[in-house]
């Protein structure tokens, strides 16, 4: 479980390590019912305040990508997010309406990226589990 | 320890005066066991003088302070054998090696742990032989460090520890204050400019101005409610008014409002007067802190 976190990024920390843990499941690199780094040891490694670790956990495991095992550890959940269809559109419309934006400055077309996100895509499928 | 309050440290209406100027005003603060508590503000803020009544090294002329419990000045004895205490510029007797040094530090502290201390020194990669004279001031902070955590102190104080030292020796002193909390459950002062660190390890904030405490919250509180709204209104805003708000600047047409509230409560009200909202923004402490400090040099009134 290699998570980084990046100062100066403006990003709090607990999100990092959650946007960070998604990325790991979503790209097939923790599978579901691993078991995650103890907060402690997390903690210790991200030179982190545990409650950080904690929070970030407590978030995960509420959208439904983790799930506890009292006195055994935080695992990955099976599947789907716990989040309502409605609140996941809300969401990912979010993040697309910025990325356009962006894209927009950037002077790449909406075909472009498209074409981006679709090989993407493909290559978070294939799950790279070496990397 | 006071088995009726869980609060390592109890300072209530602290008031300290150095001939005319006011170094702490009226300051009330509370360290719960087991938190990494940080303190935040700039140069000539207030925060060593605090650390100082902590030690026992200043008498409280109003108010009053308490550790573990006691008076930290009535009981000097009791308080600093379960302190860790590292400032910015150690007293190094450099002849010493460092070695010799440690047991020096042991004599002061009935609980020190000499398989501790050997261990901390070497988790520090360093070479117990060697003269302090001869150690780069990175090295010289380790050695500060592993003698404020050799006793296994029940309250480890920084003061800031990492002011002009190298990212390595850095990335120690944090991986002390975590070791502190994560393993024993024991408490941490961390007094920092380095506000990224402070971001990271820190469960409370205590930011000070000019010896008066100008926010103290869970970090989690000040990460969550510090906002920039950028928005567009016709006319004069008020913004003294708004609960939260603490500072504005009129910025072509457009206003910029730095906040410390519920970001949906306020924007809702915001709206309800008229204005548009054109962007929210989360602030990082580094920021949050900036625009708190600007707040005291803009005149009160913007047109």
């Given at each position: 479980?290699?998570?980084?976190?990046?100062?100066?990024?403006?990003?709090?920390?607990?999100?990092?390590?959650?946007?960070?843990?998604?990325?790991?499941?979503?790209?097939?690199r923790?599978?579901?019912?691993?078991?995650?780094?103890?907060?402690?040891?997390?903690?210790?490694?991200?030179?982190i305040?545990?409650?950080?670790?904690?929070?970030?956990?407590?978030?995960?495991e509420?959208?439904?990508?983790?799930?506890?095992?009292r006195?055994?550890?935080?695992?990955?959940a099976?599947?789907?997010?716990?989040?309502?269809?409605?609140?996941?559109?809300?969401q990912?419309?979010?993040?697309?309406?910025?990325?356009?934006?962006?894209?927009?400055?950037?002077?790449?077309?909406?075909?472009?990226?498209?074409?981006?996100?679709?090989?993407?895509?493909?290559?978070?499928?294939?799950?790279?589990k070496?990397? | 320890?006071?088995?009726?309050?869980?609060?390592?440290?109890?300072?209530?209406?602290?008031?300290?005066?150095?001939?005319?100027?006011?170094?702490?005003?009226?300051?009330?603060?509370?360290?719960p066991?087991?938190?990494?508590?940080?303190?935040?503000?700039?140069?000539?803020?207030?925060?060593?003088?605090?650390?100082?009544?902590?030690l026992?090294?200043?008498?409280?002329?109003?108010?009053?302070?308490?550790?573990?419990?006691?008076?930290?000045?009535?009981?000097?004895k009791?308080?600093?054998?379960?302190?860790?205490?590292?400032?910015?510029?150690p007293?190094?007797?450099?002849?010493?090696?460092?070695a010799?040094?440690?047991?020096?530090?042991?004599?002061?502290?009935?609980?020190?742990?000499?398989?501790?201390?050997?261990?901390?020194?070497?988790?520090?990669?360093?070479?117990?032989?060697?003269?302090?004279?001869?150690l780069?001031?990175?090295?010289?902070a380790?050695?500060?460090?592993?003698?404020?955590?050799?006793?296994?102190?029940?309250?480890?104080?920084?003061?800031?520890?990492?002011?002009?030292?190298?990212?390595?020796?850095?990335?120690?002193?944090?991986?002390?204050?975590?070791?502190?909390?994560?393993?024993?459950?024991?408490?941490?002062?961390?007094s920092?400019?380095?506000?990224?660190?402070?971001?990271?390890v820190?469960?409370?904030?205590?930011?000070?101005?000019?010896?008066?405490?100008?926010?103290?919250?869970?970090m989690?509180?000040?990460?969550?409610?510090?906002?920039?709204?950028?928005?567009?209104?016709?006319?004069?805003?008020?913004?003294?008014?708004?609960?939260?708000?603490?500072?504005a600047?009129?910025?072509?047409?457009?206003?910029?409002?730095?906040?410390?509230?519920?970001?949906?409560?306020?924007?809702?009200?915001?709206?309800?007067q008229?204005?548009?909202?054109?962007?929210?923004?989360?602030?990082?402490l580094?920021?949050?802190?900036?625009?708190?400090?600007s707040?005291?040099?803009?005149?009160?009134?913007?047109?």
């Open positions: 479980m290699n998570l980084h976190l990046t100062q100066h990024s403006g990003v709090p920390p607990y999100l990092q390590i959650i946007s960070q843990i998604k990325q790991l499941i979503a790209s097939g923790l599978n579901v019912d691993q078991e995650l780094l103890p907060i402690r040891v997390l903690a210790e490694k991200l030179l305040n545990p409650n950080t670790v904690a929070r970030a956990y407590r978030e995960l509420t959208a439904g990508w983790l799930y506890t095992k006195g055994a550890g935080t695992f990955v099976a599947g789907t997010t716990a989040f309502s269809a409605e609140t996941c559109r809300k990912i419309r979010e993040r697309v309406c910025a990325l356009l934006v962006e894209a927009a400055h950037m002077n790449i077309s909406v075909a472009e990226l498209i074409k981006l996100i679709r090989e993407m895509g493909n290559d978070l499928g294939k799950g790279d070496e990397s | 320890m006071n088995s009726t309050d869980n609060n390592v440290v109890d300072i209530r209406h602290l008031t300290r005066r150095f001939n005319d100027k006011a170094a702490l005003q009226d300051v009330t603060v509370r360290i066991r087991g938190q990494v508590f940080g303190i935040v503000g700039e140069n000539g803020a207030g925060k060593t003088t605090l650390i100082k009544h902590i026992g090294l200043y008498r409280a002329q109003h108010g009053s302070v308490s550790v573990f419990g006691m008076d930290p000045v009535k009981h000097p009791e308080v600093l054998s379960r302190i860790g205490y590292l400032s910015e510029q007293d190094f007797p450099e002849w010493m090696t460092i010799q040094f440690m047991n020096y530090m042991a004599a002061f502290y009935p609980n020190w742990d000499r398989q501790y201390a050997a261990q901390l020194l070497e988790m520090a990669s360093l070479d117990a032989r060697k003269k302090i004279r001869e780069s001031k990175g090295q010289q380790r050695v500060g460090l592993c003698a404020a955590q050799a006793h296994r102190p029940e309250l480890l104080v920084l003061d800031e520890p990492s002011s002009g030292l190298d990212p390595v020796a850095r990335r120690e002193i944090l991986a002390a204050v975590i070791r502190t909390v994560v393993h024993e459950g024991r408490s941490v002062l961390l920092s400019h380095l506000l990224e660190e402070v971001e990271r820190c469960d409370h904030l205590l930011f000070f101005s000019n010896g008066e405490v100008l926010l103290s919250d869970s989690e509180a000040v990460l969550d409610r510090h906002y920039q709204i950028t928005l567009r209104r016709p006319g004069q805003l008020e913004w003294q008014a708004l609960p939260g708000v603490f500072n600047v009129a910025d072509n047409g457009e206003w910029q409002l730095f906040c410390f509230a519920d970001i949906d409560q306020l924007t809702g009200l915001l709206q309800l008229g204005a548009q909202i054109l962007d929210t923004r989360r602030l990082s580094n920021e949050a802190f900036l625009a708190r400090s707040q005291r040099h803009t005149p009160g009134r913007i047109a």
